[in-house]
Structure formats: C-alpha cells, structure tokens
C-alpha cells in the first residue's frame, strides 16, 4: 500500500459535471481529489481486504441471528422496543440487503480493523463505483497510472444483479433528503443502478411521502408505496412523526428492518465478546461495561449512533488528543482500543470495503489532515499496480 502523487486531470471537473457527479467540491473545499492515489498489491486486496470483509460480513449475520429476538441485545443497542417485531419479522422473511461499507484501519502490512459498519445509509458510492473508475480509465490513457493498473471494483455491476433479485415485480420508490446534493447524487446513481436491472421507478423527498386512511405509505400521486430504497437512518425514522405507522404499512423497506441491529457502534463491543481476539477486530467495550478498564488510558470513544465522525473523542494515555463535537451520545458510548489511522505523507486514510449482497466488490479511500475522518475528508482513487 503506497500513497503516489500524480497530475490530476484538466478536465476532471467538467467530467463530473457531465455524468451529475456535482458535490465534487463542498463548500469551497475538494470533495474528490485526484493529485493522488492509494496503490494496493493484489495481494493486498485480496488477502487483507477482500477475504476479511467477507468474514465481517458473516460475524455480522450471526449476531443479528442472536440478537434479533433477544431483549437484552436489542436494550443494549438502544433499539426502541416498540419496533422490535418490526425487526424480527424483517429477518425471519429473510428480507434481502442491498449494500453496505465497512471502514476499516489499513496499512499494508498488518491485519485491518474494523472501525465501524456503515449498514444502513451509506454515501459515497457513486464516487467508488463509477467516478474513481473513470478517473482509472483515464489515467491510464493520459499515463497517469501504470498501463496495466486495475481497480477492486465491481460495485456498479453487482448493484444491477442485486436489484434483480430485490425487485419483487414492484414499483420502486427511491428517497431521502433529496435537498442534500451528496443524498440526491447518492439516491439519482441508485436509482439508475435499479432502471437498468429492469425496475420501473419514482424519486420522492421523505418530507413528501404521505399516509393513507387504509393503512399505507403513499407517494404524492396517491400511488401506494410497496418497495422503498431510504437513504434515511433507521434510529431517525423510529422516531420520526411517521414511526409508529412503520409498524401498520405493508412497505418493505431497503435496507430491511434488520439492518438497524447493524448500523450502531455497539455491534463493535459485541462482535468483540462472540469473536474475542479476532484479527480484524477491536477490542471494543460499551463505556459502563467495567470491561472498559481494559483498553487502559488509551481508547477512542464513539457514540453508539453518530455519523461523519461527530462526537468522536480520541484519549491517548489519558489525554484528549482530539473530540469532533456532534449532537450524538443521548444514548451511550462505546470504548474502542486505540488504533490510530496510517499516515502517509501526513494524510490519514480510511479504507471502505464496499459489499452487494454481501459480497465484498470495492474499495474507496478517504483521506484527511485529522485522524477522525469526518465529512469534509476528501475520496481519492485507488488502483491495484
């Protein structure tokens, strides 16, 4: 694994422009940069990420088999209880995944480690499935990179299959908050991803859908809402105006109910107790757990629902070397062993191991000054040389 400077292309902001990718920049600032590139061995990718996330993947459903009907689990996750059937029906129907990133410390030589799981809503395809793509193609042609380069990336592909599978011959709605550029690019790739695997489609805000008197979600033509992409949390629905009707509408949902046992820093302390010592794992602790004093003075602390890093808190032999402030921690934190992101050139990446249906098929990177990586931690391109 080698961070490798490189001339970035003349054109590449009219080329995003072109294919829609239009958050390129945010707020004066690179969003995408391209005046580097992470280089991975195939080893590498293969052995150290590939392999592992597969592995992740599977630890994952196997917790979510144990806590699904457990109170104690779904209690400690902060779940409300409410919406616990809701859960357990979404997994015991099997309902299918669409996608989901694993980030992950990675350095090149030792095992990766699982930061977090992004299982619910996570952003950033478009960028590693397609555009760092294109850049690829393009460097090679302009020898930018070796001509024999490649990319871990099959996302866009796998996306269409998997579509195929969840389409159910329904309609599909796709939403979220469309007036976030970043939500919009997300939910608009998507949504091209499910018109070619076949699916008739409608892109709606999640402040426009509506409520019918007979018991169903419905989209602002009245139409009945029967399959839902959300690029919405889970934990923000349960709680939104709207919640309680998730227990009556007959909506079935990507990603499924389960998938909120999953997207929660709290899956890293119990993954912790089912695979103690396992080598992509953290020894991680919820914060009242007296197991917690086994991290020392050292750890990082994350709330069990947080997004962009916000407050993420880093304590190094019991001094605050960094805290993101954020409106999260209402519901608890978790400790996890302290394991600083890599530095390379004084950029600190975090890998994003990127599954379809459960099969690990891309890489992004996000780089930054800061080792908490946050939102305006820039994506930069890889290539397998």
């Avoid at 992101?341 to 780089?367: A, K, M």
Wanted: proline share 6%; net charge negative; charged share 25%.
């Amino acid at each position: 694994m080698r961070r490798i400077t490189c001339p970035e292309r003349d054109d590449w902001r009219a080329t995003a422009e072109a294919c829609g990718f239009d958050f390129h920049t945010i707020d004066g600032e690179r969003y995408w940069d391209e005046r580097a590139y992470y280089a991975f061995s195939l080893d590498e990718i293969e052995r150290h990420i590939e392999t592992p996330s597969g592995e992740i993947d599977a630890m994952c459903l196997e917790l979510v088999a144990r806590a699904i009907d457990d109170e104690k689990y779904l209690r400690r996750l902060k779940i409300p209880d409410a919406f616990w059937p809701l859960l357990s029906e979404s997994w015991h129907r099997d309902e299918r995944s669409l996608y989901g990133r694993f980030d992950l410390s990675f350095d090149g030589r030792g095992p990766a480690k699982l930061l977090e799981y992004n299982a619910d809503t996570p952003t950033s395809i478009f960028e590693a499935a397609v555009f760092q793509w294109t850049w690829l193609e393009q460097a090679i042609e302009r020898r930018i990179a070796p001509v024999r380069a490649d990319q871990f990336n099959s996302i866009h592909e796998r996306l269409i299959d998997a579509w195929k599978k969840l389409r159910l011959g329904r309609h599909l709605h796709l939403t979220g908050t469309t007036e976030n550029s970043e939500d919009a690019g997300t939910l608009a790739y998507l949504e091209d991803t499910a018109t070619q695997a076949g699916l008739d489609t409608t892109m709606i805000d999640i402040e426009d859908i509506g409520w019918r008197d007979d018991g169903g979600f419905v989209d602002l033509d009245d139409r009945e809402i029967e399959l839902a992409f959300k690029l919405y949390p889970w934990e923000w629905m349960f709680h939104d105006e709207f919640g309680a009707r998730l227990l009556e509408a007959p909506t079935r949902w990507i990603e499924p109910p389960w998938k909120a046992v999953l997207s929660n820093k709290g899956i890293l302390p119990l993954l912790w107790e089912m695979f103690p010592g396992h080598p992509n794992l953290l020894p991680t602790f919820f914060e009242d757990d007296p197991n917690a004093a086994q991290l020392g003075t050292s750890y990082v602390r994350k709330p069990l629902y947080s997004r962009e890093g916000a407050n993420v808190t880093m304590v190094r032999s019991g001094t605050t070397l960094m805290q993101q402030e954020g409106p999260y921690g209402e519901e608890g934190f978790v400790r996890q062993a302290f394991a600083p992101l890599p530095n390379f050139s004084d950029q600190y990446p975090v890998v994003g191991s990127w599954l379809v249906d459960h099969t690990p098929c891309g890489l992004s990177i996000r780089e930054d000054t800061n080792p908490i990586t946050g939102n305006t931690s820039r994506f930069l391109p890889h290539a397998i040389v």
